[in-house]
């Protein structure tokens, strides 16, 4: 589970094992914690427990996505890495219309990847990202790394020698504040950042970047 700025827990309970995948419209007779289900952040609630979606086979990305939906997961932790956006928003799609849910049941995490730092790149990323999970909005779009690689369509740049090859003409800020316009327009809820610490982003920017969203 990625919890990193804004989010904030609303308890310091610990006992997470009374509460199968802590959604709270499970069946009544079913034991689950009300209080560890959510946690806030500035304009929505996420899930406290998500579903992964790094599955390399697209057949079982499709199935595993539809299963975790009727189990009960109401967080879906996707990312443009992992090349698998297309089958989890049929998958959600699909589910979601069989057992007569709405968008809004559901909390849905993307991911910024690292070829698409520069802030021309990180609209037309998104929006692809919202296409290919057939979604008109975004809860959570993460930069997936603090690292920029050269931008383009190769999601692994290397060198001749094997060494990948970073792009030093953008900074982390100028990425995140890219970001912020997506909220700014609307399709997107919220932002953040994965595969960070605050230490290191204190390094590249004073922490106040950090909390506007």
Same mark, same amino acid.
């Not at 849910?101 to 909390?107: S, T, V, Y």
């Given at each position: 589970?990625?919890?990193?700025?804004?989010?904030?827990?609303? $308890?310091?309970?610990?006992?997470?094992?009374?509460?199968?995948?802590?959604?709270?419209?499970?069946? /009544?007779?079913?034991?689950?914690?009300? /209080?560890?289900?959510?946690?806030?952040?500035?304009?929505?609630?996420?899930?406290?427990?998500?579903?992964?979606?790094?599955?390399?086979?697209?057949?079982?990305?499709?199935?595993?996505?539809?299963d975790?939906? +009727?189990?009960?997961?109401?967080?879906?932790?996707?990312? +443009?890495?992992?090349?698998?956006?297309?089958?989890?928003?049929?998958? #959600?799609? @699909?589910?979601?219309?069989?057992?007569?849910?709405?968008?809004?049941?559901?909390?849905?995490?993307?991911?910024?990847?690292? /070829?698409?730092?520069?802030?021309? !790149?990180?609209e037309?990323?998104?929006?692809e990202?919202?296409?290919?999970?057939?979604?008109?909005?975004? &809860? #959570?779009?993460?930069?997936?790394?603090?690292?920029?690689f050269?931008?383009?369509?190769?999601? &692994?740049? !290397?060198?001749?020698?094997?060494?990948v090859?970073?792009?030093?003409g953008?900074?982390?800020?100028?990425?995140? !504040?890219?970001m912020?316009?997506?909220?700014?327009?609307?399709?997107? !809820?919220?932002?953040?950042?994965?595969?960070?610490?605050?230490?290191? @982003?204190g390094?590249?920017? $004073?922490?106040?970047? #950090?909390?506007?969203?």
């Amino acid at each position: 589970m990625e919890l990193k700025p804004p989010w904030r827990a609303t $308890s310091n309970n610990a006992d997470l094992l009374t509460a199968p995948f802590l959604n709270p419209t499970l069946p /009544t007779g079913r034991k689950y914690n009300k /209080t560890l289900s959510y946690m806030k952040t500035t304009n929505n609630t996420m899930p406290m427990l998500g579903f992964g979606t790094l599955i390399p086979n697209a057949a079982e990305t499709i199935s595993a996505t539809r299963d975790a939906l +009727e189990a009960g997961f109401r967080h879906f932790d996707c990312a +443009e890495r992992y090349r698998n956006e297309t089958e989890v928003g049929e998958a #959600l799609k @699909a589910g979601l219309a069989a057992q007569g849910l709405d968008r809004e049941n559901i909390f849905v995490t993307t991911k910024l990847w690292n /070829t698409n730092h520069r802030p021309e !790149r990180v609209e037309p990323a998104f929006e692809e990202s919202l296409k290919r999970l057939q979604l008109d909005y975004l &809860d #959570l779009y993460l930069i997936h790394t603090p690292f920029a690689f050269q931008p383009g369509d190769d999601q &692994d740049p !290397r060198d001749q020698n094997g060494n990948v090859i970073y792009d030093s003409g953008v900074t982390l800020l100028d990425t995140w !504040r890219a970001m912020e316009a997506l909220v700014d327009g609307g399709k997107c !809820r919220a932002i953040g950042l994965a595969d960070i610490t605050l230490d290191f @982003a204190g390094r590249k920017a $004073s922490y106040s970047w #950090l909390l506007r969203h």
